[in-house]
């Protein structure tokens, strides 16, 4: 099936510090969306994307769709304890299933304060 | 705006017998219903697709007779798990959209153990 490869697959940083990830995939999207999901909870969205190119910010949250519509990339500034979490991206594909997302495999985010 | 809600949120039943889990939509009618499996560390796993007032559309593997959904209302979605094993314990997680909005949104999930 259609895979979305997501990096980093973890990471742990220092509070304050500034962390970038991204989704790459071989297949075209027309909508890209960011989650982020708590311990024993569902994912929240973070930020929706739908046109190529577009740069969509959220707070300290920053995430783009890229220009050949096949990634996407997720920043967040200034990382903070409660930032942690694992963030999924999802994309919807170009002639896909309505409304079905292919999601990535996670980023698991710890923060050192 | 958007909120799904999941009832329960954990639950622990006997082998062989059934679970049912609720998803609703609290202020929108959701045209289209998700629901999904995890499991520990791993991403989410579509298990099945389900429109207001039709059959339910299944992923490939997934048992339909075992995995009963009913989406009856624009706001409710109910997953009945029957004859439940041990290895159907897994967090479960619906979400929801409405028709021409692709965003899912999601519920909070369900904690399913099978003693």
């Known amino acids: 099936g259609q895979q979305l490869n997501q990096s980093p697959q973890s990471m742990f940083i220092q509070e304050g510090e500034d962390v970038s990830m991204n989704c790459t995939s071989s297949s075209i999207f027309n909508t890209w969306l960011w989650y982020k999901q708590d311990p024993g909870e569902g994912p929240v969205l973070l930020i929706a994307?739908?046109?190529?190119?577009e740069l969509t910010s959220n707070g300290r949250l920053t995430a783009q769709f890229g220009i050949t519509r096949k990634d996407s990339f997720l920043n967040i500034s200034a990382s903070i304890p409660s930032d942690v979490g694992i963030y999924f991206c999802a994309g919807l594909l170009v002639g896909g299933s309505q409304g079905n997302l292919i999601f990535g495999k996670g980023t698991k985010l710890s923060v050192k304060p | 705006g958007a909120v799904v809600s999941q009832h329960p949120s954990w639950v622990i039943c006997k082998s062989g017998t059934s679970v049912k889990i609720e998803c609703r939509s609290l202020?929108?009618?959701?045209?289209?219903m998700f629901w999904y499996r995890q499991f520990p560390k791993q991403s989410l796993m579509l298990m099945a697709t389900?429109?207001?007032?039709?059959?339910?559309?299944?992923e490939q593997g997934v048992e339909k007779d075992k995995f009963l959904i009913n989406h009856a209302s624009l706001t409710l979605s109910t997953l009945t798990v029957t004859s439940a094993h041990p290895e159907d314990s897994s967090f479960y997680i619906c979400s929801a959209s409405w028709t021409g909005r692709f965003i899912q949104y999601f519920g909070a999930g369900t904690r399913l153990s099978v003693l």
């Open positions: 389900s429109n207001e007032g039709s059959k339910a559309t299944y």
């Open positions: 202020d929108f009618q959701a045209t289209t």
């Open positions: 994307l739908y046109k190529a190119g």
